[in-house]
């Protein structure tokens, strides 16, 4: 309860964002805690944006654990994938993945 308390003020006095504070008692993981204040800050973010600024090599797999853990917190919220169209460097055709952070959402992959 004293953390909790010390936590609390901090967030009050504005030294910690709320999505900092979920962070700290959801006891997310480094990777997980990477994507959480990434998508929470910046909304909807493609795979290699998500992969090279949060340095999360398998962003699939963060994002199942992250969304599983928010779950189990009472949390609602899910971490989904849209799929768009996508033309690489050498002009051919392909998907690229856009992550969010949405509440109570469907996991399907669009």
């Known amino acids: 309860m004293m953390l909790f308390n010390k936590l609390s003020n901090l967030v009050e006095s504005n030294e910690l964002t709320k999505a900092e504070f979920e962070s700290i008692t959801y006891g997310l993981t ?32 963060c994002a199942k654990s992250l969304t599983k853990k928010l779950n189990n917190n009472g949390d609602s919220r899910q971490v989904i994938c849209l799929t768009k169209p996508h033309i690489n460097q050498f002009n051919q055709k392909g998907v690229l993945g856009y992550w969010r952070l949405v509440e109570g959402a469907s996991n399907d992959k669009r």
Request: negative net charge; contains cysteine.
């Open 30 to 61: 480094n990777q997980q805690s990477r994507l959480f204040l990434f998508l929470t800050n910046n909304g909807e973010a493609n795979t290699i944006e998500v992969s090279s600024q949060c340095s999360i090599g398998n962003v699939s797999d």
